[in-house]
């Protein structure tokens, strides 16, 4: 069952934002969930498809493909620097949706809350995730919401769901990478990974570093304009950046050649990384992406990037190679060569 | 980031299916991260979307109306007499599809995973789930993976999203009920609820209920091509019937009449309601529907309905009247009327 209810205009009592916690009642499908929806949810999402209130959201449907993605967000601390799990959790669907070129339509968001969490944190978050989907320009059309014993969660996880429609004549995938492609990147490196971790940690240099949390959409909209022949388009989320690398490089049975002088990491990012012990390549980032496309259109996908405020960082950072063992290198600032391998370990645990 | 992503051949390393638990590395985005996800969901929900392993899976769209649903599963314990977590997980937001009407066509998967769980709970769980979908026929195209710390969550929380076609002249919403309508359940009240709940409690009469966990899209479809004007569709399951019924009266601005004599409840069921003191109208259901059309097709959708063995059971149990305050009322056995409230505590916590 999805939550989506509506309460009784005679049994309606408010809720009490300020000073009232989540309670074992707000998940019971009874009237105090009922109120926690009409009051917080609905107040905040309004729209059309959402407005029926029933079980699942109907829209129109496009001819053509559409895209579907869901993602988890455990993120802690719930609030960081630059931004929380809220807006976090309507970037992260969006921005896998905008990785196969598609333009965001629609999301879903599911709620696990744990009994005891302040309402006053639940609004906070609720209304982050409403202002990012207002900007983004994409309504959340359906719901659910389910609630937790103290002890068995943590706070709030969020899982958001999204559809998109993909543009005729694009076709992106991690399998899509040839040699002599060239790789680009939309900006520095490892930003959201180090301001929560600085954050979480309280560390002195926290106050430097942001999250980049931001929804991509509009920035691969102009991408596709320009190069409908992108080949690979994927955020580097959790993993960073030679976690993606890997993987694309994997399914397109192809190698990478990269190097360290062209990555555009912040010079705070990479002080943090040296004091914490970290490689920023495996840094987690939540506003950036990596296109792959032919070395003929590389110059004219970085200026369109760079164009745009989330890509005006853009470099293109290296190459597709040739290599049965799928490997990804790097040429190293004093010259030398190293492989950029898989995480093996777990650097950063709920980044995202 | 969707967590689906591929093992390099070279490092591919064995689950250990047995023993092995979940760790946190298993989030991490990186090797551990693909060896479970290649090794245990790939393998279990294979198909032609998922395979190309990107964040986001792309597939044909219909013309026409699609519906989207969403739920999170945090049902205690992750196995009950008559299902789990995973066959639950699917079976609920095919329902929230089906209850539109619709024809299922795509699930989304998404796990949240506390660090310490048995890799031998996790694959039965997930082979449930890929058991589901199969026999429902629908594929699950893509998903996520996090790992929160031992503590932090409480074994596995799924949240599945579903995404359905409307056949075309189909119109179902719970604001369509009009006074004069018939009521009609598709079978016996309360299995889901009290099996799992005397399970947890382990109580004596255990054994001899069975959650009523199962798809009711084919039972749906077999409806709508018999009576195409059905007016509502909705699964009764956390709150039970008497919070649907509500939910409905409330969206569709009139009241209902219910009898008690005609609901379909099981005798057992009915001991262990009075036992742990227990109304059976609140309790969840996983693999029943409300349907409510004009008086005129009632006779038809129930013969209908009953000619499915998900609907064997199928009962008239009441008619939908005119009333201001929206109240759901029910003619009990001894010729009284009482008002059918909304639930306003909580009754089952952890029951989906």
Known sequence: MSAISIVKPGYSRKLDLKHGCIEMTHGSGGRAMAQLIQQMFIVAFDNEYLRPMNDQACFPSAIGRMVMSTDSHVVTPLFFPGGDIGCLSVHGTINDIAMAGAKPCYLAVSFILEEGLPLSDLKRIVESMAKAAQNVGVPIVTGDTKVVEKGSGDGVFITTTGLGIVPEGINISGANAQPGDKIVVSGTLGD????????????????????????????????????????????????????????????????????????????????????????????????????????GDAENLLNVMRAHPLGRNAAIIGEVIEDAHCFVQMQTSFGGNRVVDWLSGEQLPRIC
Chains 1, 2 share one sequence.
Do not use: W
């Open 192 to 295: 959201h990974g180090i301001a929560v971790m600085a954050f979480r940690e309280n560390l002195s240099f926290q106050t430097s570093i942001e999250s980049d949390t931001a929804a991509l959409h509009e920035l691969v909209a102009n991408m596709v304009v320009a190069v409908p022949k992108i080949h690979v388009l994927r955020d580097p989320t959790r993993g960073g950046i030679a976690t993606t690398l890997n993987e694309i490089a994997q399914q397109s049975s192809i190698g990478m050649m990269i190097h360290e002088d062209r990555l555009p990491i912040r010079q705070e990012v990479n002080a943090a990384c040296e004091f914490l012990g970290l490689d920023p390549l495996y840094i987690a980032n939540e506003g950036k992406l990596v296109a792959i496309c032919a070395a």
